[in-house]
C-alpha cells in the first residue's frame, strides 16, 4: 500500500494542475484548434521545454530512479504509419470529445459524470484496436 | 491563496505537467494515461480472446492509482480550489461557438449542449460522446500514446516518431473543427 502513496498523490497534483490550467475543457480545444488563443499551445509549449530541460539535465547529473536504475524514457518504435494514423483517429476524437485521456478521468472528479460514457466508449475503442491489431499497417 | 483559486496561467501549468511526468519517470514508469485503457481491458478480461490484452496487468496496477489520485485532484481542484468558473475564452471562440448554436459558452468546464444529462439522452448528443471517446481510444492505442505518452514525454524526449504523432493529433482535430463540425452543429 505504500509503495502506492506516491503514485497517489503524483495523480492529485496532475489533476489539479489540468482542472486549474482548464486544459480538461472542452471550450480551450475548441479553441486550441482554431487557432484563437495561445493558451493550450503555451501550456503544451512550456511542458516540453521545461521537460527537455529537466530531462536533459537529469542525464547529466546521472540521477538514478528511485529503484537504483538510470533515468531513461522509454523509446517508441520507429515507424511512421501508426504514429501518422492512429494520430488522426486520435485527433479526430480529441477534436469532438474535448477530452484526451487523462482529462477523461479528471473530468470525473469534477462531478461531470457524463463523461463516463467517454471513457466507456474509448475502452471499446481500445478493445476493437487489440481485435483489430494484426490487420492494420504499422 | 487568491492566486490559487484564480485560473493558472500557461507558464505557471505547462511546467507542473513536466514535473509530473519527470517524477514518474524518477519513480521507474512513464507519463503515459491512454495504457490505462488497456490495462482496465486486460482487468476485464479481454485477453481471453485477445492476445493483445494478454499481459501481466499487476505490474501497470500503480497507473491506476496516478488516475484515482488525477479524480481525486480532480475534485480538489474543482470544489475546494476554484471561484466559480467563467472562463477566460477569447472572443473570436465565444463567437464561433454561438454560432454554432452553443449558449453560455465558457461559464462551466464542459458544454451543456454536449454533456448534460438532456444532451446525453439525444440521438444527437450520446453520439457524438460515443464517437468521441471510440475515436480516442482506438487512435490513441495505435498511435502508441496520447497527449501524455507523445506530445509531453515523447517531444520531452526529442523522439521522432512522437513527432509524427503529435502532427496527426493536429491534422486529425483541424479536420473535426473546421471541415466536420460545420456539418455537425
Given amino acids: 500500500m505504500g509503495k502506492y502513496i506516491k503514485f497517489f498523490s503524483v495523480g492529485i497534483f496532475f489533476g489539479i494542475v489540468l482542472v486549474k490550467s482548464e486544459a480538461v475543457s472542452w471550450y480551450r480545444i475548441f479553441e486550441m484548434f482554431k487557432f484563437q488563443s495561445f493558451h493550450m499551445y503555451g501550456i503544451i509549449g512550456t511542458a516540453v521545454t521545461t521537460g527537455i530541460i529537466i530531462l536533459l539535465l537529469s542525464k547529466n547529473k546521472k540521477i538514478k530512479t528511485t529503484e537504483g536504475k538510470s533515468l531513461r524514457v522509454p523509446l517508441k518504435d520507429r515507424g511512421f504509419t501508426r504514429y501518422m494514423l492512429g494520430g488522426i483517429i486520435f485527433g479526430l476524437g480529441w477534436a469532438l470529445s474535448g477530452a484526451c485521456p487523462g482529462p477523461m478521468y479528471i473530468l470525473i472528479g469534477t462531478g461531470a459524470f457524463s463523461i463516463l460514457i467517454v471513457i466507456a466508449a474509448a ?7 487489440g481485435l483489430l491489431k494484426d490487420k492494420l499497417p504499422h | 491563496m487568491d492566486y490559487i483559486l484564480q485560473p493558472w496561467p500557461w507558464y505557471v501549468s505547462g511546467p507542473c505537467i513536466a514535473i509530473v511526468m519527470y517524477l514518474l519517470l524518477y519513480f521507474g514508469k512513464t507519463f503515459g494515461m491512454s495504457s490505462n485503457l488497456r490495462t482496465m481491458c486486460a482487468i476485464g478480461g479481454a485477453g481471453k480472446r485477445v492476445a493483445f490484452f494478454n499481459y501481466d496487468w499487476q505490474n501497470h496496477k500503480w497507473n491506476l492509482v496516478v488516475v484515482l489520485g488525477a479524480i481525486v485532484g480532480g475534485f480538489i481542484a474543482h470544489y475546494l480550489l476554484s471561484n466559480p468558473i467563467n472562463m477566460d475564452l ?3 471562440t465565444i463567437k464561433d461557438l454561438s454560432a454554432l448554436g452553443f449558449s453560455d459558452v465558457g461559464q462551466s468546464l ?6 448534460s444529462w438532456d444532451a446525453v439522452f439525444s440521438i444527437k448528443g450520446i453520439s457524438i460522446l460515443v464517437v468521441g471517446g471510440f475515436l480516442v481510444g482506438f487512435g490513441t492505442r495505435y498511435a502508441g500514446g496520447c497527449t501524455s505518452g507523445h506530445a509531453i514525454t515523447g517531444l520531452s524526449s526529442l523522439q521522432l516518431p512522437s513527432l509524427i504523432a503529435v502532427i496527426g493529433f493536429f491534422v486529425g482535430g483541424l ?3 473546421h471541415l466536420i463540425f460545420p456539418i455537425l452543429f
Fill in chain 1, 123 to 129: 475502452l471499446l475503442g481500445t478493445y476493437v484496436y
Fill in chain 2, 175 to 177: 479536420i473535426m473543427i
Fill in chain 2, 110 to 115: 464542459l458544454p451543456p449542449e454536449l454533456f
Fill in chain 2, 90 to 92: 477569447s472572443e473570436a
